[in-house]
């Protein structure tokens, strides 16, 4: 059983608290479904939120042949952006660092990792990013824990990093006990009460069509969609983080 349920709530009026944030999204439609509800949060709050897209999309159903490998990406990316929009977020500049879906680089002599870094990096730093919301370092999925490493190496660089919440997403599904945090990792969990938006959550998730069924790229029939019991766990009027616990923060 995940403990997740037995987190502590945290009130809505917690996002008031995190200042500009950035989001970082391993594939298109993470950033709905792993903290959308707080992005809407922080809209309400009135703090700006700007997103990062790592990986290009375009392995959800590698076998199409009506649609290249650019095209489903482009595809992606503008659900993307539109999930952004519901949400509150800046869908106008996002950073997209197209990374190959399903090899995001997570070593620093891995191809392109210290460029993407570096990027990452430079963003961070012109949104003036206070807070960053980054995939759990041990989600159970590749390029999830690539790109956390990702920026952990750009937060590493700078002066003054911002405040880091780790999300799930594939955790939900198929964590297993390795994969959550033990007392080395020195973080704690909470959930954040979403009830009054899950709703625009779920909006945000749906944009994301080609991954929800019957989806876009018909002529894959092998393709990746987000099955209904995946869903399931996103219908929830909370969404769960861990964040490095100092003395500043015990959770």
């Known amino acids: 059983m995940l403990p997740f349920a037995e987190y502590p709530l945290r009130p809505a009026?917690?996002?008031a608290t995190l200042g500009a944030t950035v989001v970082i999204a391993p594939h298109p439609d993470d950033e709905a479904l792993g903290c959308g509800?707080?992005?809407?949060l922080l809209h309400q709050a009135g703090h700006r939120t700007a997103a990062?897209?790592?990986s290009d999309g375009s392995m959800s159903h590698p076998n199409s042949e009506a649609f290249s490998s650019e095209a489903r990406s482009a595809v992606r990316e503008a659900e993307f952006r539109h999930a952004l929009t519901i949400l509150g977020a800046d869908a106008a500049e996002p950073l997209l660092l197209r990374l190959p879906d399903s090899c995001v680089p997570d070593t620093a002599d891995a191809p392109g990792f210290a460029a993407a870094v570096e990027q990452l990096r430079e963003y961070l730093m012109h949104q003036h990013a206070a807070t960053v919301l980054v995939p759990w370092r041990r989600d159970p999925h590749p390029d999830h824990?690539?790109?956390a490493l990702l920026v952990q190496a750009a937060l590493e660089g700078m002066p003054q990093p911002p405040r880091r919440l780790e999300y799930v997403v594939?955790?939900?599904e198929r964590a297993a006990p390795e994969d959550l945090p033990t007392v080395a990792d020195a973080?704690?969990?909470?959930?954040i009460d979403i009830e009054d938006v899950v709703v625009q959550k779920q909006q945000a998730i749906a944009t994301h069509q080609s991954q929800v069924a019957p989806g876009v790229f018909a002529d894959d029939p092998d393709g990746f969609l987000l099955s209904a019991e995946m869903l399931a766990h996103f219908a929830a009027p909370y969404e769960v983080y861990f964040e490095a616990v100092t003395s500043g923060n015990q959770l």
């Not at 509800?37 to 809407?40: F, P, S, V």
């Not at 973080?187 to 959930?191: D, I, K, L, N, T």
């Open 170 to 172: 594939w955790a939900w």
């Open 37 to 40: 509800g707080l992005l809407a």
């Open 52 to 54: 990062v897209l790592v």
């Open 13 to 15: 009026s917690f996002a």
């Open 187 to 191: 973080v704690g969990g909470f959930r």
């Open 145 to 147: 824990r690539a790109t």
